[in-house]
């Protein structure tokens, strides 16, 4: 095993117990290329690796999980303030990806976060804010309620000074562009112009300059770039020319200035990021609406009954919260007296309130209508489902669809070709352009720099991105990660659990008859079904809620077949057809016909009896959701095949297949199966999506191209998902599948116009039409075109939002 002299990385294990644990984890890193030596320290519970290039790090991770192990990381996103262009995003992650210790990092130029995850032994948050500090920005490293309040300020705080500087460079460029168009001959235009772009270029543009200068001396390059070295060659040019005009009259030449060009190149730079930074507020305010969700106190009710009012980071698991009409809940709890209808649809998209009573859940962020109630705190701060979703949008938002790696590399080399261009440029204009070659070289060389925008380009994937995931969110289907936005649309094979995901996935009795339409025994029943534990039990007495229940004798569970007790000396028995054989019980004609016609729909029926006879026949069935059948419909005329598997019984599963209208379902699968059945898809060339709902489908969610959970199912399934469906309603699959094909349209869009336009303004920024038609591009116009081409991008970007 080759040694290095390098520092080694440590990686904290978990689940890794035994030598013959570390063994499996030895072998994994022997895979894995790039980890120069590696070595597993059982009692340290870490692995010491030295790796040739610190990105191997995130591929030594992934190896270790993927055996089945855990590593130890933390993930974060923090605000990086400074940045100014597509190519600092770049320049950012770079230093970040490179510290010892991190997995992986992003910058997202469009959101202004660094996402990260790291190695907590290794490093920590500020001494990534220090790399980031050494190439000239500042990461905002805070706790997360207090950094978005502080993040907003410093925003805000910037919008208010580049319209400022927009405001000034604006009012103190017109004087001089009119001077330059039309009154060029009157006396003193030169030194008029200079004193008015002066301050321009010197002062409302002086950030360009000292973040060029920053990133030179780290030897890379961005838009500040560019824009410092068109604007200072201009500016400089002009003060040459208009001090040392002999110098040109000498050569038979006249001396002109360009002072227009350097301060409305600077106006209309400034003027782009002002509407960029507009138009990019909008992209977030799908975060911006979620929380303010949240009300900022509460009254909480103390135990001697007292009412308080209390900040919402006071809040403590276990408090009593009142709630009053129209108030906004503030906290995830159980209800525990009182009762209300509760407009949930700002978590769920689903428009009619709840009705929520004693032990029923409320959650953070949705509105008490009319009536009042108390609630147990359960889960707060960070743990509620509000700031939950929260979380998962803004990670979603800051995280990279794959098509942007590739226009995150051409973004990384965009700058030096540019500037290589513009040279070549100028070279070509002095060889070939005879007696103006030098000027027009000059010219043609800082229209190059000026028209040529990385910006657009940074800007075409996560503005996309960003507002799709924010739309997705306001209609209560949670996107996790950009891949499975970009990915969605291709998905042409969908499998679907029944319970809970089709159905409703509990028991409610859809039909009872009774003997000879007598129901004088109905409060026998509902008292009987009150005692027993059994699941079908609870639905037989939501059934009959509303009649007085009565006092049982001599009550006795008989296990897997039902129950039974006494009531005025007479016995009573409930449960399956077995126990009635068992008891001698006869059984009517009609309640038998009926009994029959219910299996054969393949309901559970249940029995209730006397003695002598059976009373009453009960059908029992878990009920397929009212928006199901539609949604099946919807994704059927979309192409895409479904299939339906389920641990339930072959009868039960061909009943819900044909209500619904799916084609082909699987009964009594095992949860292992599941995910059987979804590499089976996968080999067969199909992009699958796994919809489900409990801890049974998570493999099968974790091996589908795209996992979909049901909001109202286990957390492990929305753990693992890639996306939430939170009302649990199926139609919000296909709505799912079309946001995934806007958005990813809008990328293409977004892309080929960036392109396009570098493509056909460069070109003709230096000078290719000149031999053609004797055109030649002004430097300003370049400069409106480039602040404009960032602008169409996040605006193009924004139109997903109005699309159906």
């Not at 022997?30 to 690796?49: D, F, Y």
């Not at 129209?326 to 978590?347: F, H, R």
């Not at 919807?634 to 339906?644: K, V, W």
């Amino acid at each position: 095993m080759a040694t290095n002299n390098s520092e080694p990385i440590y990686l904290p294990l978990e689940n890794v117990e035994s030598e013959h644990c570390a063994l499996i984890v030895e072998k994994g890193l022997a895979q894995v290329k790039g980890i120069e030596s590696h070595k597993v320290e059982l009692n340290n519970r870490r692995a010491a690796i030295t790796v040739d290039d610190n990105e191997v790090v995130s591929e030594a991770v992934r190896a270790v999980k993927d055996l089945g192990y855990g590593v130890t990381t933390v993930k974060g996103s923090f605000p990086v303030l400074g940045m100014t262009c597509a190519s600092c995003a770049g320049s950012a992650e770079s230093i970040v990806k490179h510290q010892p210790g991190v997995v992986n990092a992003s910058v997202n130029f469009a959101t202004g976060n660094l996402t990260v995850e790291y190695l907590p032994n290794m490093t920590d948050a500020p001494t990534l804010q220090k790399a980031v500090q050494s190439v000239g920005y500042d990461l905002l490293v805070e706790d997360e309620s207090t950094q978005q309040e502080t993040l907003e300020t410093i925003h805000a705080e910037k919008f208010k000074q580049l319209k400022r500087k927009t405001t000034w460079a604006i009012l103190l460029s017109i004087p001089v562009v009119i001077i330059g168009m039309f009154f060029m001959e009157m006396p003193y235009a030169d030194p008029i112009m200079w004193l008015f772009s002066t301050p321009v270029v010197l002062w409302l543009g002086k950030d360009f300059f000292i973040n060029a200068w920053k990133q030179a001396k780290h030897r890379s390059a961005n838009m500040d770039t560019l824009v410092a070295l068109s604007t200072g060659i201009a500016y400089l040019f002009s003060v040459f020319n208009m001090l040392f005009a002999d110098f040109w009259h000498q050569r038979g030449l006249h001396a002109h200035v360009y002072f227009e060009a350097a301060a409305v190149i600077i106006a209309f730079i400034l003027l782009g990021k002002l509407l960029e930074e507009r138009a990019k507020g909008n992209t977030s305010s799908a975060i911006k609406k979620l929380m303010g969700l949240q009300p900022k106190t509460v009254v909480v009710v103390q135990a001697d009954g007292t009412e308080k009012q209390v900040a919402i980071d006071e809040v403590n698991a276990g408090d009593v919260i009142l709630v009053k009409p129209g108030e906004k809940i503030a906290v995830d709890g159980m209800v525990v007296s009182g009762n209300s209808y509760v407009d949930e649809s700002m978590l769920s998209g689903e428009p009619v309130p709840v009705l929520k009573k004693a032990n029923e859940k409320v959650f953070a962020g949705t509105i008490n209508q009319k009536g009042s109630f108390q609630f147990e705190a359960v889960k707060v701060g960070r743990e509620t489902m509000l700031a939950q979703i929260i979380r998962m949008v803004q990670d979603a938002q800051g995280s990279k669809a794959p098509v942007q790696k590739l226009v995150d590399r051409i973004a990384g080399i965009f700058v030096p070709v540019v500037i290589a261009i513009a040279i070549l440029t100028f070279v070509l204009w002095l060889i070939l352009g005879g007696d103006s070659g030098l000027v027009q070289g000059l010219l043609a060389a800082v229209t190059v720099l000026v028209i040529a925008c990385p910006c657009a380009l940074g800007l075409a994937t996560p503005t996309a991105i960003m507002v799709g995931v924010g739309k997705g969110a306001e209609r209560g289907i949670l996107i996790k990660d950009a891949e499975s936005l970009e990915l969605a649309k291709k998905v042409n094979a969908i499998v679907l659990d029944k319970t809970g995901t089709i159905t409703e996935g509990r028991p409610q009795v859809t039909g009872i008859r009774w003997l000879n339409g007598d129901d004088a025994a109905k409060s026998i029943l509902l008292s009987l079904e009150k005692q027993s534990e059994h699941p079908l039990a609870e639905a037989v007495v939501k059934h009959l809620e509303g009649a007085p229940a009565i006092t049982l004798s001599m009550f006795d569970s008989i296990t897997g077949k039902g129950a039974k007790a006494s009531h005025d000396n007479e016995t009573y028995v409930v449960g399956n057809r077995k126990l009635l054989s068992e008891h001698d019980i006869s059984i009517d004609n009609a309640l038998q016909q009926q009994a029959n016609e219910w299996g054969g729909q393949s309901k559970t029926v249940i029995w209730f009896a006397n003695s002598s006879q059976a009373l009453a026949v009960i059908a029992i069935s878990d009920q397929i959701k009212e928006t199901s059948v539609q949604a099946i419909k919807e994704m059927q005329d979309m192409g895409i095949e479904l299939y339906m598997l389920t641990g339930d019984n072959e009868a039960t599963a061909k009943a819900i297949a044909q209500q619904t209208g799916i084609g082909h379902y699987k009964a009594e699968v095992l949860p292992q199966h599941k995910a059987d059945f979804v590499k089976e898809l996968q080999r067969q060339g199909k992009v699958v999506a796994m919809v489900g709902d409990g801890i049974n489908d998570s493999t099968a969610l974790a091996t589908a191209d795209v996992s979909i959970a049901m909001g109202k199912g286990s957390d492990i399934a929305m753990d693992v998902a890639k996306m939430t469906i939170i009302s649990s309603d199926l139609t919000k699959i296909p709505q799912a599948i079309r946001l995934s094909k806007q958005t990813v349209a809008t990328i293409k869009q977004n892309l080929f116009w960036a392109f396009i336009y570098n493509l056909i303004g460069i070109p003709i920024a230096a000078g290719i039409l000149y031999p053609i038609n004797g055109f030649l591009l002004n430097p300003m116009i370049a400069g409106a075109a480039m602040a404009l081409s960032s602008v169409s991008v996040v605006s193009n970007s924004l139109r997903l939002k109005w699309k159906k």
